[in-house]
């Protein structure tokens, strides 16, 4: 026996008296139950709403259509949700909420027959969205909905009922579409009334809302004005407010960091900065408050040398795409390590990853290996000069640590000037600053290299025009693929964004933390690696490319981009609205591409902060959450950190939100501003 259960109140803060809204003539809560009943594997409907006088209409419309009703308490839900089901008795329950006036029968059978397969405590389609928003079916055992009703003790946990039962202590499945839409193009639930507006357009046009979801999608499709109607509204915003308004709020307690001060100390004696790399120095985080020293890791999550555990976003720069210690990743560098892997000859899985990048990459026929993605990005440059016999270099972006990029930064000391001179940064977005420099030095540009997106999308044919400005000019372009690499899906952004460069870099991610990158490109170009010098003795090194062919066989075999992008929405969108419910969010914003996005804070002038940057890096590492200004997304981040990572956040904007108003913010700060590794000119 499976019972439906339909959530319903008329006392929506954002739309009051939805429930009851008329749709072609029908309360939209009678679409909804009508929906639901034509589910061929649900045995039963009931709504479920407040015993709040607010509510009696509900209670009056079920009555007068003969629903089974149930009311109990008001912001319990979860209590509301168990007693009805406990005066229903069922197997499992389905959980609907009356906001959805498009649900789908269908769906809640694939999502039922799911559940009813076996093995699963909770299953759903919300965990990763591959569905419209406002189809969302949740489907649970009753024995489970009883734990999550005696355990569950956060506000946040009570008034959504279900966010309980994803923190992990339950077998979970979600169910993915056969046709999925991807995450957030799609928001069918009625959360204003411009939703409804939408909702009442669709009904209209397809037989009085007598549809299902491919007739809705073609429509949508052919009629892609009417989501316009709409206004752009984050999904989930109920959830994430209510997180904020559950949020202690206050200074954390500091972390015992007693290990790695001792560390650092020795470490000062011998090794010049205490770190290899600038961005993972103690100079980047809030000198006192935060870690210094990591000991392990293990998929998204890393402990210092304290013990103290943190939800890890910066992953290694990058690198870890699957997380820490990827057991299969791992298993193929032992395999490998077993046989060697610095040879005195190429070795076969050198030609075997060459094949597969080239057909990945659009723009790859051929292949060299390195280590770092400097080596990448500056043998790819050297190889633009001698191809075009050449010198000067246009780019945009970070490139490395080499003398022919690192030359145009602050951090220029010990770069000759004679080098220097023949490296000229353009402005991303702005293909007139690289036509002017192209100008400027006619038919002495050798290439062109950019990072082809960071956290700022490409406007139309700003990508496409720069390709035209250095072939017009003579010049190669090359793209610095070093980030977007994988995290943009396999291809890259060449073949997200359709432009295909004559050569291209990637690195970070391809090993998952093992040191491997890559020039590709066209042969012709490609060629040119038997005449320059590009040879270093670990180049061929084959740990790194067993981790590689196995990194590839998880991104192309499973969901995991899917699910980086989806978790990391999830992210994106309760950062925002947390940020939104403190009244910052002209200050705190979280742009880019979920999977990989960047945090901004600001000023009120809009000018960088860092002090408010500071203020929130100091108390989300104390609270658990290990980030410089980026997300780093990967496979391993999954729902329950993400909630983990949210509620630290609620705590942290709501903190923020008393001390910005202090004439003096900055004597919330418990240590040393962090540095930033190239000056601000
Ligand atoms: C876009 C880009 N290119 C090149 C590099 C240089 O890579 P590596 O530090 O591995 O030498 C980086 C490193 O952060 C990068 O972000």
New binding site residues.
Partial sequence: MIAAIIQARMGSTRFPGKTLAEIEGRPMLGHVVDRVRLSRLVDKVIVATSDKSSDDAIAIFCEKENIPLFRGSEHDVLDRFYQAARANPADAFVRITADCPLIDPDVIDAVTSRFNAGGFDYVSNVQRYTYPDGLDTEVFAFSALEQAWQEARKPAEREHVTPYLRTGKFRTANVESPHPVPAGEYRWTVDHPADLEFVRAIYRKLNNGKCRLEPILALLKEKPELQEIQDSTTSNEGYYRSLYQQAAKGAAKKLQLTRSQAWYERSRKVIPGCAQ?F?KSATQYVQGVAPIFLDHGKGCRAWDVDGNEFVDYVQG??PNILGYANEEVNQAVVQQLGKGHSFSLPNPLEVELAERLTRLIPCAEMVRFGK??????SGAVRAARAYTSRERVACC?????QDWFIGTTTRNAGVPASVRSLTHPFRYNDATSLEKLLRQHPGEFAAVIM?PV?FEEPVDGFLERVKDLAHQHGALLIF?E??SGFHYGLGGAQKLFGVTPDLA?F??AMGNGFPI?CVVGKADVMRTFEEIFFSFTFAGEVGAMAAAMKVLDILEGTDALARMEANGRVLQDGLSTLAKEAGLSERIQCVGRPQWSLMKFREPDRNDSPLLKNLFQQEAVKRGILALATHNISAAHDAAAIQQTLEAYAEVTKTLADWLYDPQPARFLEGQMSQPVFRVR
Avoid: Q, R, V
């Fill in positions: 790399t961005s720069l990058l770092n993605g400097s080596d990448a990005t972006g970070y490139h490395g640590w990072e960071n610095d070093i980030c870099c690195g970070k990158s």
